[in-house]
């Protein structure tokens, strides 16, 4: 699989995210630095916790790397929850951050099985 059939699949935005870094090569190294961003098992865990602050400050900080990133559906869940959030008066809604956790484990196993045919 090509790093844009990968996109593909994911349904991100491949050209967008190259062109935001510079190249493919560059675009492939943050990809593969990505599932180490603590933002998803942070928010887990102040979900878990009903901290809202929490909650919402890390979901904020995995949309603006998604969105980096082209991971389009990724960013736009996360877009959701953020914004259901925002005004910090409530704990996230348990079907948007569910949508949110099942993309993100799409996405983490659609650049798994990208980086182990690299191998």
Do not use: W
């Amino acid at each position: 699989m090509t790093l844009k059939e990968c996109y593909d699949k994911l349904g991100g935005d491949y050209e967008g995210a190259c062109k935001r870094l510079i190249n493919e090569k560059l675009l492939q190294r943050f990809l593969q630095k990505f599932p180490e961003d603590p933002s998803i098992q942070l928010l887990r865990d102040a979900v878990r916790k009903e901290d809202i602050e929490v909650s919402f400050r890390s979901v904020h900080t995995l949309k603006g790397v998604a969105g980096n990133l082209g991971l389009t559906v990724l960013y736009n869940a996360a877009v959701n929850l953020t914004e259901q959030l925002r005004p910090r008066e409530e704990t996230a809604d348990m079907e948007l951050f569910q949508t949110l956790v099942e993309e993100y484990d799409r996405t983490i196993s659609v650049l798994n099985e990208f980086y182990s045919e690299q191998a």
